[in-house]
């Protein structure tokens, strides 16, 4: 188990990292989400002991490793870039961790080979080489060099040379980000059976929500340093703790309606159901506010896009012009742009959060638990 | 006992740059102070004490016209190398550049042939020149004597004598400006010819003029900052042909500074030698700098 | 437009020739015999190829002595500037320590400083140690070279910082870092540097002239002089000989690697 107390980084008068606590129990895959510059490179690259906290600890397994190199902390990593060493082949590359591991700098030496014990243990490093090389379905690439591979093999190797160790955590930092849009996709999934099948602790960094709902089983979202919101998707999606997390979670960015300023819902919105007395903000997902003929919502349509398994609108509400975002099955006959639209919404989508604060307020007949 | 982690780091970080560090200062730094200071002393290599002479080193190197001769023949020699050395490169390197493209193999052979003095040991070179500029028997006067000429005595008349290290410092220098030119040559996007020529610049010399000599001109800076400061260095020829002769008409600084030093051992006045050829160096390279520094923010 | 392109190919042609006479003078001349040099008449080939007189530099003189020599010297100077600047450049381009940007800037300084300028304070300190007329005075005052610092600095520091951070995770130690990997990447930069180096000391003569006194411990500029001005100009034909055997290296090495040479020694030019 990995934890996180209170972690704070600055670089000069930049605070990058403030107060974060987080724990990352053994054998899940946590996907750390958030904007880029939010810091969760940063707070990546303090768990790997690349860099080191201003304040704050880190436990593995109860132990502060403050005092750890990487190495020491046995941790994994893949890089965005990859990061492989261009001179060596990939047999070498994924080798290296292991050489370095297991083998002395004798053991490293061309000399190594005159010694029984080394041609030994240099049999059982080319073995579990090719090992993870099966794996990763990598075995006739590992006479290459990096820049003869693609890069999703690329990514591959990058993968292999991080999983050939067991490593105490695997910590990836956004893997996909330079791969083409069906790639990723692929990838995804072939990461979480990865996940699945090593039993490792993952440590996901990424910026693309989607990809955080599709793998993780729990997200922490980070924003401005801070850890907003730390649970599984279905949570994050249907109990956001604030409008940010709200906002940055959801394929279709959420309508955010500011109520009336004497508190209560907002005019267009309020079609009967109990609302708390106080300045208030409504979200409203795109996908949970479609066209209904008795809608209560009456907008004005500007725009329609197409998307395949849904349409998008862009409407403005009739009575005062607030932009909103809605959606349509693909077969709802779309009238032109400029024709009124009556739309409709179930009660309970309704996410309600404090005007000052952005913090969630629990719906009635929502338990209160917010995380 | 394993030490503290921001311990070890930094203690990396000293055994990686602090070597370095350490024979710069003691190597460079250290010497350069050390010059400064010998220069305002009659210091003499093994003498056992010196004293303080204020400007007397100076004044003998500026002031005296006898003691200026240094100066003036490294100032000479520059004055005839530079712009020499630099319009040949130029002119090479645009012959070469369109030949490039009729001819790229010759031009390539051709490219070799003018770089070829650049890498080769100056010193064996110079004594092929003593060989080719025999007064008697040299090949030069050999042609002219054929031609019913009668050769002048080219490394031992006084007033040739800095014109004909000039020729071979040109020789051996026009291959490394033309170098620099032809990478500036291939620079200039070709569409500006176009446009100049859609302009009515359409003749080679209104093209030179119009595109090419304005391209070039961070290169043209940066070949006559190297050039001058390659000039202000000259040593091997002299020290190898003329030996500052004859009557110290061909006596440079560099040259100075170790006979002054190195043969007659006079510190004091060698360090003062020195330091006036720093600050011509200085002068040079910090422009240098300037124009390094701008090339990059174009970038 | 036929006839200028003709006039600047035939100017060219002529310029190369004049590039070329001293070397063609210098090769003609060390197999000539006596008497084909010292006559009035102008003969542009020898008679025959005569071996002799390279012979006649092999035996009369050190010129073996002193090509090793230039190789020791050359070879020990490359290996110590590489071993102090390429940790350092490292260091530079790829960690953040106090006092980075002081010692930058000092390698910057240190850039506008010919090495002439150091040369008597150089040789006091030898001298102060005993160590003028040895191998150590040919090779230590240029163990600390600036030019390749910032060299192998430029070249690392474009290099990604994730290759390290991996190279970290992966258990490398940082002396291992540099030596394994960004050296090794670093190889454009390290031939470029390496030529210039190696052309650089093997061509010098201020500095051997200074430090050395004893002609076993002549390199091959300084051995040429011993060698001429022994001989007094009456022995020319195994001088040129002599001198071809000097110029070959450096000449085959440029015309084997041309890129690499024009590449390393036109970086020269950012040294003062």
Not at chain 1, 21 to 49: D, H, I, M, N, Q
Not at chain 1, 183 to 193: D, K, N, P, S, Y
Not at chain 1, 201 to 214: G, I, K, N, P, S
Request: aromatic fraction near 10%.
């Amino acid at each position: 188990m990995i934890e996180l107390r209170n972690l704070s980084r600055h670089y000069g008068a930049t605070r990058v990292l403030d107060g974060v606590s987080l724990t990352l129990e053994p054998g899940r895959f946590t996907a750390l989400l958030g904007p880029s510059g939010c810091g969760k490179s940063t707070l990546l690259r303090l768990v790997a002991g690349l860099d080191r906290p201003s304040t704050g600890q880190i436990l593995f397994d109860g132990r502060d490793v403050a005092q750890e190199s990487p190495s020491e902390r046995n941790v994994a990593m893949v890089f965005q870039a990859y990061a492989l060493y261009p001179h060596l082949t990939v047999a070498q590359n994924i080798a290296l961790p292991l050489a370095m591991r297991r083998l002395g700098r004798l053991g490293r030496s061309p000399l190594g080979a005159l010694s029984p014990a080394v041609r030994r243990t240099r049999a059982t490093l080319a073995r579990d080489v090719r090992a993870v090389a099966e794996l990763l379905e990598i075995v006739p690439l590992l006479a290459r060099k990096p820049a003869q591979l693609s890069g999703g093999q690329q990514q591959r190797v990058a993968l292999a040379r991080a999983l050939v160790r067991d490593p105490s955590v695997f910590l990836l930092d956004e893997p996909l980000s330079n791969l083409d849009a069906r790639l990723r996709i692929q990838m995804r999934a072939e990461l979480v059976a990865l996940h699945r099948r090593t039993g490792h602790t993952f440590l996901y960094v990424t910026h693309d929500q989607a990809e955080a709902m599709a793998m993780a089983e729990r997200i922490a979202v980070m924003l401005d340093g801070r850890i907003a919101q730390v649970g599984s998707p279905r949570a994050l999606y249907e109990r956001p703790a604030t409008c940010d997390v709200a906002g940055f979670i959801g394929a279709h960015p959420i309508n955010l309606i500011p109520g009336p300023p004497e508190g209560g819902l907002p005019p267009a919105l309020a079609s009967g159901q109990p609302a708390p007395e106080r300045p208030l903000v409504v979200g409203l997902r795109p996908e949970h506010l479609t066209p209904a003929a008795d809608g209560p919502v009456q907008g004005r349509l500007d725009r329609v896009a197409f998307q395949g398994d849904v349409q998008v609108l862009g409407l403005r509400l009739e009575a005062d012009g607030t932009p909103l975002r809605a959606t349509a099955p693909p077969d709802w006959p779309a009238p032109d742009a400029g024709s009124a639209v009556r739309l409709g919404y179930r009660p309970e989508h309704l996410h309600l959060f404090d005007a000052a604060h952005g913090t969630r307020i629990a719906n009635p007949g929502e338990e209160s638990s917010c995380a | 006992m394993r030490l503290n982690r921001s311990v070890r780091e930094g203690l990396t970080d000293l055994l990686l740059a602090g070597p370095a560090t350490a024979v710069m200062v003691l190597l460079i730094f250290l010497p350069v102070g050390i010059v400064a200071v010998l220069s305002f002393t009659d210091y003499q290599f093994g003498a056992a004490s010196f004293r303080w002479v204020g400007w007397d080193n100076y004044r003998a190197i500026l002031a005296d016209p006898f003691g200026r001769r240094a100066l003036v023949n490294t100032l000479t020699y520059a004055a005839i190398t530079i712009p020499a050395s630099i319009s040949l490169g130029l002119l090479v390197a645009i012959g070469l550049h369109g030949l490039t493209r009729h001819q790229p193999r010759l031009a390539a052979v051709l490219r070799a042939v003018y770089f070829l003095p650049v890498a080769a040991t100056l010193v064996a070179m110079a004594v092929a020149w003593q060989m080719i500029l025999h007064p008697t028997l040299g090949l030069v006067n050999q042609a002219l004597g054929a031609a019913g000429l009668e050769g002048p005595s080219w490394l031992s008349d006084r007033a040739l004598v800095i014109w004909t290290l000039a020729a071979i410092g040109i020789w051996q220098s026009v291959g490394y400006n033309m170098v620099l030119f032809l990478a500036g040559l291939a620079a200039i996007p070709p569409h500006l010819y176009d446009a100049a020529a859609v302009d009515g610049a359409d003749r080679p010399w209104d093209r030179f003029w119009t595109v090419t000599w304005p391209m070039l001109g961070p290169v043209t800076l940066f070949v006559t900052v190297v050039t001058a400061t390659s000039a202000f260095r000259v040593f091997e020829t002299v020290a190898t042909l003329t030996q500052g002769g004859p009557a110290f008409a061909s006596d440079v600084l560099v040259y100075a500074i170790y006979r002054e030093g190195f043969v007659y051992f006079k510190a004091g006045h060698a360090s003062a030698l020195t330091m006036v050829f720093f600050a011509l160096v200085l002068l040079f390279t910090a422009l240098k700098f300037r124009v390094l520094e701008t090339q990059v923010h174009y970038r | 437009m036929r006839a200028p392109r003709l006039l600047s190919f035939a100017l060219l042609l002529i310029g190369a020739a004049v590039v070329l006479l001293p070397f063609y003078w210098m090769v003609s001349l060390s197999f000539k015999a006596p008497d084909e040099i010292f006559t009035p008449t102008l003969d542009l080939w020898p008679n025959a190829l005569r071996w002799q007189n390279y012979a006649a530099a092999l035996s009369r003189t050190n010129l073996l002595l002193y090509l090793w020599n230039g190789t020791v010297v050359c070879a020990g100077i490359l290996v110590f500037q590489l071993l102090f600047a390429v940790p350092c450049a490292y260091a530079l381009a790829q960690r953040r320590f106090r006092g980075r940007t002081l010692v930058f800037g000092l390698i910057l300084a240190g850039l506008l400083v010919p090495f002439h300028v150091t040369a008597i304070p150089l040789f006091l300190g030898l001298a102060r140690f005993g160590l003028i007329d040895t191998y150590a005075a040919l090779i230590v005052p240029f163990i600390a070279s600036v030019f390749g610092m910032f060299l192998f600095r430029q070249a690392f520091a474009v290099m990604p910082a994730a290759l390290f951070d991996a190279a970290r995770v992966d258990g490398l130690s940082e002396f291992q870092i540099v030596w394994r990997i960004a050296f090794p990447l670093a190889l454009p930069a390290a031939t470029a540097f390496g030529i210039f180096s190696v052309v650089a000391h093997w061509n010098d003569l201020f500095w051997p002239l200074i430090a050395t006194t004893s002609p076993d411990l002549a390199t091959p500029p300084r051995g040429i002089l011993y060698f001429r001005d022994r001989e007094s100009g009456d022995d020319v034909g195994p001088l040129m000989a002599a001198a071809v055997l000097v110029v070959a290296p450096m000449v085959v090495g440029f015309l084997m690697a041309q890129r690499a040479f024009i590449r390393g020694i036109a970086a020269g030019g950012l040294k003062g």
